[in-house]
């Protein structure tokens, strides 16, 4: 087993599921707190002065050493010591906090003392004399002794055996419930404690996420022989030389090119370096696939991921379960956006039975037979959504007759197979990001180039987000028919309207609805990623089933 860093048994010793997270499963989020505490640690984390070896010093010489990295294979631990001071053999470890101390008996809270210990554990491995270590907490500037007596040692030992022995056995531990340190842990968002209690227990409905809001979008550069560079912490596009946009580089989710567009290779490797992803779309707008740096570490989650895949029966489960999702969301977007005045009861009626009759089905093939048939009735029906619009003069028309593709032949088609384009890169971005293998999935199966699972978790969602999308772009105007180009048989947006439609997409995506399970408001942008890793709370046995997503409360 690798070397146990100090601030992970100190996690530990404050919530064994984060020290899990971030230890064995290599999940991690900045919030307000640690963006403020790497902030408080810049002085201290320069390394200053050197730490001389045990007796080389004269008694009475002062020992002062910054940054200081230590470790023992006898002890199995690791430590970064921010300050080192004292004299002779008999030195002292000071541990810089954020925040002002607290007002409790031990001086400290139990993780900090038990990081601290470890720290002076280290030291007198290496031959020093440590009897105590210093806290001290930068906003109060208050110094607080702790003493390293034989309670807080076997605390420490216990805390160190503890982490080693959930890191061999491979068992995430149960998350805290309604503890007040979740709203403010940095991965309440990936870990997601009270959403899990809640499936599993049933409980009141969880508190809201606590988690930043993030202010990054997509980039899309879609110029013909673009050229994409870094400039400081700045991203520039440019056209033969010639600046054309920029955009600042924390303002960046990911970066999506389309068609013959050139990154530069330092452009590249910040981006890897920062985590945003680099999607690869061609021209027309088909998903050709994403660069990331070296990926998620979460090995755990992949092998659960692939177990799930080759039982026949959870694949069943699964595909049973977003089917039944995909055909009651996109009743509600029918029953919701129906323009004629003669309500559809007999189609809404008919679809709610094609939902009952995917949980029946026995075998993939007899589920895909019922998804056919449903999207026939949503397809059959999706002219009655559209606004009229005066298209006598336009050579293509807002006409919806059925859903065609490769290539789309008429302009609502391509807008359809354009969104559904965008939908899928979002989910692949994300379950890679949250450590799946988008290409490995349950309902669809392998096959080379196409990410499967992405296709999978998105079919909940084609109504509610691309769909919706390419309503409120035709219905409000955004894109016209003038915004489309023929080629042959082909449809396909031009420049322009593909830019607006872009747009519109990702106010879609950025939009909040409430929860209709847990009642909370949320953007879909952030629901697909909490679905993501509801996913994975499942495949790792964490809840019982998957929780699809269904918006309206009559489809339940």
């Known amino acids: 087993m690798p070397l146990l860093p100090a601030r992970m048994v100190n996690e530990y010793q404050y919530c064994p599921r984060l020290a899990y997270l971030e230890w064995v499963q290599g999940e991690w989020a900045d919030s307000a707190d640690t963006v403020e505490g790497r902030h408080k640690h810049k002085r201290v984390d320069a390394a200053a002065g050197a730490l001389p070896e045990p007796g080389a010093e004269?008694?009475?010489?002062?020992?002062?050493?910054?940054?200081?990295?230590?470790?023992?294979?006898?002890?199995?631990?690791?430590?970064?010591?921010?300050?080192?001071?004292?004299?002779?053999?008999?030195?002292?470890?000071?541990?810089?906090?954020?925040?002002?101390?607290?007002?409790?008996?031990?001086?400290?809270?139990?993780?900090?003392?038990?990081?601290?210990?470890?720290?002076?554990?280290?030291?007198?491995?290496?031959?020093?004399?440590?009897?105590?270590?210093?806290?001290?907490?930068?906003?109060?500037?208050?110094?607080?002794?702790?003493?390293?007596?034989?309670?807080?040692?076997?605390?420490t030992r216990n805390a160190v055996d503890g982490l080693r022995l959930i890191a061999v056995g491979g068992q995430i531990p149960a998350p805290l419930e309604n503890s007040p340190k979740c709203p403010r842990c940095s991965l309440v968002g990936i870990c997601l404690p009270d959403e899990v209690n809640f499936f599993r227990r049933e409980q009141e409905s969880p508190r809201p996420l606590a988690v930043g809001r993030d202010e990054s979008m997509p980039m899309y550069v879609q110029a013909n022989r673009a050229k994409v560079s870094k400039s400081g912490e700045t991203l520039e596009v440019s056209v033969e030389d010639k600046v054309m946009n920029h955009a600042r580089i924390t303002e960046v989710s990911q970066l999506v090119v389309m068609g013959n567009v050139y990154i530069t290779t330092p452009c590249l490797q910040e981006l890897m370096s920062r985590g945003i992803p680099v999607?690869?779309?061609?021209?027309?707008?088909?998903?050709?696939?994403?660069?990331?740096?070296?990926?998620?570490?979460?090995?755990?989650?992949?092998?659960?991921?692939?177990?799930?895949?080759?039982?026949?029966?959870?694949?069943?489960?699964?595909?049973?379960?977003?089917?039944?999702?995909?055909?009651?969301?996109?009743?509600?977007?029918?029953?919701?956006?129906?323009?004629?005045?003669?309500?559809?009861?007999?189609?809404?009626?008919?679809?709610?039975?094609?939902?009952?009759?995917?949980?029946?089905?026995?075998?993939?093939?007899?589920?895909?037979?019922?998804?056919?048939?449903?999207?026939?009735?949503?397809?059959?029906?999706?002219?009655?959504?559209?606004?009229?619009?005066?298209t006598a003069s336009a050579e293509l028309a807002f006409d919806f007759n059925a859903r065609n593709r490769r290539p789309p032949t008429d302009p609502v088609n391509a807008l359809l197979s354009f969104s559904y384009s965008l939908l899928v890169r979002t989910f692949a971005v994300t379950l890679a990001a949250v450590g799946f293998d988008p290409y490995r999935g349950y309902y669809h199966q392998p096959r080379y180039g196409r990410p499967a699972l992405a296709l999978d978790l998105m079919e909940p969602f084609r109504s509610l987000i691309a769909d919706s999308a390419v309503l409120m772009a035709i219905n409000n105007g955004e894109v016209r028919p003038s915004d489309f180009v023929r080629s042959g048989r082909a449809v396909a947006l031009a420049p322009d309207g593909r830019k607006r439609f872009i747009a519109g997409f990702e106010r879609r995506m950025s939009q909040e609805i409430t929860h209709p399970l847990f009642g909370y408001r949320v953007s879909y942008r952030r629901l697909i990623e909490i679905q993501a890793r509801l996913l994975g709370r499942h495949l790792l046995g964490e809840i019982e089933e998957y929780p699809n997503l269904v918006t309206s409360r009559q489809n339940r």
């Not at 090995?299 to 049973?320: N, P």
């Open 58 to 155: 004269e008694a009475g010489e002062s020992i002062h050493a910054r940054s200081v990295t230590i470790s023992s294979a006898r002890l199995g631990l690791i430590a970064k010591i921010d300050l080192v001071e004292g004299s002779g053999d008999a030195v002292t470890p000071v541990d810089y906090k954020r925040g002002k101390r607290p007002h409790v008996p031990t001086g400290a809270y139990d993780p900090e003392r038990v990081q601290l210990c470890i720290q002076g554990m280290l030291l007198e491995e290496h031959g020093y004399q440590v009897a105590e270590g210093v806290l001290y907490f930068v906003e109060g500037k208050e110094r607080v002794r702790v003493l390293f007596d034989d309670e807080l040692r076997a605390l």
């Open 279 to 390: 999607t690869w779309m061609s021209y027309g707008g088909w998903f050709m696939g994403h660069t990331i740096g070296t990926g998620h570490k979460n090995v755990e989650l992949r092998t659960a991921q692939y177990r799930a895949s080759f039982d026949e029966r959870r694949c069943l489960a699964l595909a049973k379960g977003l089917v039944e999702a995909k055909i009651l969301n996109g009743r509600t977007l029918l029953r919701r956006n129906w323009r004629p005045e003669e309500k559809p009861e007999a189609l809404l009626d008919a679809m709610k039975h094609d939902a009952e009759a995917a949980k029946r089905t026995k075998a993939l093939a007899e589920l895909l037979g019922v998804e056919g048939s449903a999207a026939a009735r949503y397809f059959g029906a999706f002219a009655n959504l559209i606004k009229p619009g005066d």
